[in-house]
């Protein structure tokens, strides 16, 4: 079967500092791939998605990136974090339409 | 955008009732998806519609697809203290493609 790994659960990190979160993904190949941003009792957002590794498509502009070194990892990264970085994010992936999610990460920067 | 929005936005009811959400959405769409997400946890996949399709029932869980109105409804009977949640529609244009998620509606059921 099929399971999608996040970490770290929980992270806070001053202003100004880096990020790198990340996803994998195993149990399948070639999956679709999406990261989101969730702000407190609000809906998600799409970052970025993934149809293969190197692919990325970005949805919304910002100081956020992301890669796919590999078929099933997932990498959000950022040089210099903003205090609006702050939020849930969460990866998923998905063999056609419906989307798996992982656990999540908690970011809070100070 | 081809956006969902669910109304209403928070819906409180007793055990045993049935709750019932709704989902507009603005563009052709090809399926219609509904998750629920446990506080501080990931999103679960609940139920897939087909825009050729009208109703799916999947446990106690109906949804219903009406692409002329662009709008569906999730409906939960008789209501569980741990069906609290928060549920989202997701709307995707192909099949193959990623989904929109709406901003959710947030179920609270009193025990």
């Known amino acids: 079967s099929q399971t999608i790994h996040q970490w770290p659960a929980t992270l806070v990190q001053p202003v100004g500092s880096p990020l790198s979160l990340e996803c994998t993904v195993e149990g399948t190949s070639n999956p679709n791939l999406y990261w989101y941003r969730q702000a407190a009792g609000r809906g998600l957002q799409l970052l970025f998605y993934s149809v293969g590794i190197g692919q990325i498509s970005s949805e919304v502009p910002q100081n956020l990136s992301a890669s796919r070194p590999q078929d099933r990892q997932f990498i959000l990264s950022s040089k210099k974090l903003l205090l609006s970085d702050s939020g849930f994010y969460l990866c998923a992936w998905s063999p056609t339409e419906t989307q798996y999610f992982g656990p999540g990460t908690r970011l809070l920067v100070l | 955008s081809q956006q969902g929005e669910e109304d209403p936005q928070a819906l409180s009811i007793q055990e045993g009732e049935n709750a019932t959400m709704n989902c507009s959405y603005k563009t052709s769409i090809n399926n219609l998806q509904w998750y629920r997400q446990n506080s501080g946890r990931g999103l679960v996949h609940l139920i897939l519609i087909r825009s050729n399709e009208r109703e799916k029932h999947s446990g106690r869980l109906r949804v219903t697809l009406d692409t002329s109105k662009k709008s569906s409804s999730l409906l939960i009977t008789a209501s569980r203290a741990a069906d609290t949640a928060s549920y989202f529609c997701?709307?995707?244009?192909?099949?193959?493609?990623?989904?929109?998620f709406g901003p959710g509606t947030s179920l609270s059921v009193i025990p």
């Open positions: 997701a709307t995707g244009k192909t099949s193959y493609d990623k989904v929109i």
